[in-house]
């Protein structure tokens, strides 16, 4: 019996978003499972797995090879400096910090050309992603929550657009009000802004006195989005 390649929660949303017929990169590729197992579906006609460092990359390589996938491609690169525009019209960006993925996208100002589909998953500061796509002549589309080991993680696909989101929605999600699991990620965030701002209050030192404020500006921007959430959910 073949070997059957199972993916993580957080790595099957990606992959059920990637359009059939697909022409796909994945960027920062790691172990390879996403266009391994994109490919063995036959959900893309050709994928590029690319990487930063050389171990990663040959563990992308093992597992093509484990499972007897082709067509895919493995480049050692930084972000998406050794892919052509033409290459690609889906690309995934996903198990690096949101300050990271902006980073690779705007060395790569061509990904909002309007040709292409970016899947984004950001493991933290997911508003600093959010804020840079606004910034930056990108659009959300949909955004999604996953629960994977324990931990949330959203989940965007974005490509060329304009998009203005309020303080809440680049904290708390741009398109998750009707997600099931949009309570418990406002809350843990409320949550974990709420023991910043604690710390910061026993501080005698004044900047940590005006972060405090900001950060009390931001709990109350996630409350209101909760409560907008409660109202669209809860009977």
Aim: charged share 25%; net charge neutral; aromatic share 6%.
């Amino acid at each position: 019996m073949a070997k059957q390649l199972e993916l993580s929660p957080r790595l099957r949303l990606l992959a059920d978003w990637v359009p059939q017929g697909a022409k796909f990169a994945d960027v920062g590729t790691d172990h390879g499972y996403l266009p391994v197992w994109l490919r063995l579906q036959g959900r893309v006609v050709r994928a590029i797995a690319s990487d930063l460092r050389p171990g990663p990359l040959n563990r992308a390589r093992e597992t093509g090879r484990l499972y007897g996938a082709e067509g895919i491609e493995f480049r050692l690169c930084s972000g998406l400096s050794a892919i052509d525009p033409g290459e690609c019209d889906t690309i995934a960006i996903a198990g690096m910090g949101g300050e990271n993925i902006a980073s690779i996208l705007s060395a790569a100002p061509w990904t909002a050309d309007g040709r292409h589909t970016l899947l984004l998953q950001p493991m933290t500061r997911a508003e600093e992603l959010r804020r840079f796509l606004m910034e930056h002549h990108y659009a959300i589309s949909r955004e999604a929550l996953v629960l994977d080991r324990g931990t949330l993680y959203p989940v965007m696909e974005a490509g060329a657009g304009e998009m203005s989101l309020t303080p809440g929605q680049l904290l708390g999600g741009a398109r998750l009000r009707d997600d099931p699991l949009g309570d418990r990620y406002l809350i843990e965030k409320i949550i974990r802004l709420l023991g910043a701002a604690a710390g910061l209050n026993r501080s005698a030192d004044p900047a940590g006195k005006d972060r405090a404020e900001v950060l009390r500006q931001e709990i109350a921007a996630l409350m209101e989005m909760r409560e907008e959430w409660r109202h669209a959910n809860c009977p």
